[in-house]
Nanobody, 115 residues
Framework: QVQLVESGGGLVQPGGSLRLSCVAS????????MGWYRQAPGKQRELVAT???????NYADSVKGRFTITRDNAKNTVYLQMSGLEPEDTAVYYC?????????WGQGTQVTVSS
């Protein structure tokens, strides 16, 4: 059974930075696709960034140049370094892992950008 646990959310001022972490437990293949999604109040969940083995990454246009996704396969952990945060980045951030045609989600971590 795969489980994902996110951490690192919180309250930050505009222009600030945060780093989110997501630790996966269970039988994880290095070929699994891992990523971050977010959902703001009243909006649909949207892709933020994904990363696959070999460090191939994909980003939403809204976060390109500000966010960086990385992974440590030895620790089954994916990170999201967020810089230049804007109030529009306020949302619950979810970690997602996809492998063997199944998707797994974490419980989410709140990120609030406000002065």
């Amino acid at each position: 059974q795969v489980q994902l646990v996110e951490s690192g959310g919180g309250l930050v001022q505009p222009g600030g930075s945060l780093r989110l972490s997501c630790v996966a437990s269970g039988d994880i293949f290095s070929s699994a696709v891992m990523g971050w999604y977010r959902q703001a109040p009243g909006k649909q969940r949207e892709l933020v960034a994904t990363i696959v083995s070999g460090d191939s990454t994909n980003y939403a246009d809204s976060v390109k140049g500000r966010f960086t996704i990385t992974r440590d396969n030895a620790k089954n952990t994916v990170y999201l370094q967020m810089s230049g945060l804007e109030p529009e980045d306020t949302a619950v951030y979810y970690c997602k892992l996809r492998m063997m045609f199944q998707s797994y989600w974490g419980q989410g971590t709140q990120v609030t950008v406000s002065s």
